[in-house]
């Protein structure tokens, strides 16, 4: 039997499914707790639990999934009608053993992911251009929103992963060789899932570096601009404070020529610094 149950109709559905009391009582408190390891196997019956993440819909919440598997039921719970419907959705033919109804299940789930992996990875490189060359001020919330993403969907197929091992022990022999060999497949597909999320991972953080070297570098720029201006007037500070001092004794003071001589020599300085600082390439 294969169904898709709402978390709080657990006590009118419990009665229907082809186990003994214990795994009754096992499944009733999982339910009614919803903390549940992502894979869990008893003698009868398999448990799955994760957090779904939904990325054909704009919500960015997930949404727990209970999955029981046996050799005769097959039962999925969630939390609200919609997604009771889009998991009824995942399902193939009623005809199948609960085993490949799984298998289907979890081919369902993960039909567009690749897909969508790719198009965002397109999103994230667009943005990378767009920001570099223009300086864009929400660029770095842009970066943020993107591993935000990404930490969720690494979450989500982590605990696919888990599931996938765990179904793949077969600790209870629930599943045949060739349903292994099925179910493997489906692991690999979760793993470049999982591979691709983590190399955009790698790759927002490069952007991330990237954007702020460049920061750093104009900062520097900048610096370095301010450091030639204080430089170029630091002589002409010194001599003004020399001569500020207003002695009696100092014959420039007195001079007619003290002025022009004062002024003659001050850019004379300033223009021997500049000539050195673009010999030097400083600027």
């Known amino acids: 039997m294969q169904r898709v149950f709402l978390f709080q109709n657990e006590d009118n559905e419990l009665d229907g499914i082809h186990i003994d009391n214990v795994g009754k009582k096992i499944l009733k408190e999982h339910l009614l707790t919803r903390r549940t390891a992502s894979f869990e196997w008893y003698p009868d019956f398999d448990l799955c639990s994760f957090n779904w993440y939904d990325i054909n819909s704009p919500e960015t919440d997930t949404e ?59 999103l994230i490189t667009d943005t990378e251009d767009i920001g570099i060359s223009s300086h864009s001020q929400d ?27 765990g179904l793949l022990d077969n600790a209870n022999n629930l599943i045949c060789e060739d349903g292994l060999i099925h179910f493997n497949i489906v692991h690999n597909r979760i793993d470049r899932c999982h591979a691709a999320v983590l190399n955009l991972q790698d790759y927002v953080m490069q952007m991330r570096e ?68 673009k010999k030097k390439k400083w600027f």
Request: aromatic fraction near 14%; charged fraction near 20%.
């Open 210 to 277: 990237t954007y702020q070297s460049q920061i750093d570098i104009e900062q520097n720029e900048l610096m370095k601009v301010f450091t030639l201006i204080t430089t170029l007037f630091l002589p002409l500070s010194l001599m003004v404070g020399w001569y500020g001092m207003n002695f009696h004794n100092m014959p420039e003071l007195s001079s007619p020529w003290g002025y022009p001589v004062f002024i003659i020599i001050s850019i004379g300085i300033s223009l021997g610094l500049i000539l050195y600082f």
């Open 139 to 165: 660029y770095m919330l842009k970066i943020q929103e993107y591993r935000k993403e990404l930490l969720r969907l690494k979450r989500y197929y982590t605990q696919l992963q888990v599931i996938c091992d």
């Open 64 to 122: 727990r999934i209970l999955i029981y598997f046996s050799r005769k039921d097959l039962l999925v719970y969630c939390e609200n009608a919609d997604t009771q419907v889009r998991m009824t959705n995942f399902f193939g033919s009623e005809n199948k053993n609960t085993e490949r109804q799984l298998h289907d299940f979890l081919v369902g789930l993960l039909a567009c992911d690749m897909d969508y992996i790719d198009n965002y990875e397109d």
